[in-house]
């Protein structure tokens, strides 16, 4: 989809729906931009799922994997992916 037509403002007027802040005990808002570093994403992610904790970049692919995967489980997490439509093709 084009840039500018307002998919970011109607996907923060959804998460701060009532019905969607009940239904989902975390949302986390992730912004790609046109060249994001992934890593630095990872770590985002992971310090808005976990109360305390520090990403580190020096962990291996199979940490960091890991680490997310302990970070969402159990956890009802609405996860929103911003600025992403121009990487899906």
């Not at 019905?19 to 890593?39: C, Y």
Request: charged share 15%; proline share 1%; glycine share 10%.
């Amino acid at each position: 989809m084009q840039g500018g037509i307002g998919k970011t403002v109607i996907s923060s007027w959804l998460v701060r729906q009532s019905h969607v802040r009940q239904t989902f005990a975390k949302i986390v808002w992730i912004t790609l931009g046109q060249t994001p570093n992934l890593d630095n994403l990872q770590g985002l992610l992971y310090e808005q799922l976990v109360a305390s904790g520090t990403w580190s970049s020096d962990w291996t692919d199979e940490v960091k994997t890991q680490r997310l995967g302990e970070a969402f489980h159990g956890q009802n997490v609405l996860l929103v992916l911003d600025d992403l439509c121009e990487y899906l093709g």
